[in-house]
């Protein structure tokens, strides 16, 4: 049975508190268990709108990554 999780299942399915609120990006692909090369091409996409880039590092917001991997 497929079905989509709600709020609170996803956030009940986290531990917030190992994580900082804003990752790099090998942490936002361990999290998201993806390669760094396709988070790195997804955020070039556009997919996801939590990626910030101050200066030279890209760097993610963890919970607008998390909300948008899951839509």
């Known amino acids: 049975m497929n079905r989509k999780l709600t709020a609170p299942e996803i956030a009940a399915g986290i531990d917030h508190t190992s994580l900082p ?3 790099t990006p090998q942490e936002a692909a361990d999290l998201l268990r993806l390669k760094l ?3 790195y091409r997804h955020a070039c ?3 996801y709108a939590g990626a910030v880039k101050r200066g030279k590092p890209l760097r993610f917001w963890r919970d607008r990554l998390i909300q948008e991997f899951m839509r």
């Open 37 to 39: 090369s396709t988070l």
């Open 21 to 23: 609120p804003i990752l």
């Open 45 to 47: 996409e556009g997919r």
